[in-house]
């Protein structure tokens, strides 16, 4: 007499796939009128996001700069790769690489003077142009959560 099988050894394997692939973006999407259709995040004084917010500082330049840049070396899979300069504000250039996927994601960071403190302002821009389910808002989050905790230590 055969053995009686569960439902769920039933399904194919390429139907597990699925699920946890929809899982996956389920638990991932924060905001599902964006995450699915940008591929960019930006920190501006208009952002709906309050943690998206320009951080200021009345330190240097250079300081805050460097504690970008300490920020950043905090955070796994970023690599910085250069600075700029852009008229009157400092660029700061790093990549972010997937952990998974190895999917590339550029955040420039940008450093002005403005009424005698420095503002930090920025963008994450993935470099596929489909939605990003919340990565790039989660870069520039978790960029400043590390420079406020570099900057307040």
Known sequence: MP?????????PRWGWAVAALLLFVGLTVD???R???S????????AVDDSLRPLTS???TDDVA???R?????IRNWEDIGEAEDGAATLLLFVRTHRLLRIKDDVTIRIEDRDGRRVVTGESISRLAIGDLGRNPRNLRR???ELRAVLDG
Do not use: K
């Not at 053995?3 to 399904?11: E, I």
């Not at 591929?39 to 208009?46: G, L, M, N, R």
């Open 39 to 46: 591929h960019s995040a930006e920190i501006s004084t208009v």
């Open 3 to 11: 053995q009686p099988t569960h439902p769920l050894s039933r399904v």
């Open 70 to 74: 300490w920020a950043a070396r905090r």
């Open 35 to 37: 995450d699915l259709t």
């Open 143 to 145: 960029l400043l959560a």
């Open 66 to 68: 460097e504690a970008v």
């Open 58 to 60: 009345i330190r240097s």
């Open 31 to 33: 905001d599902w009128g």
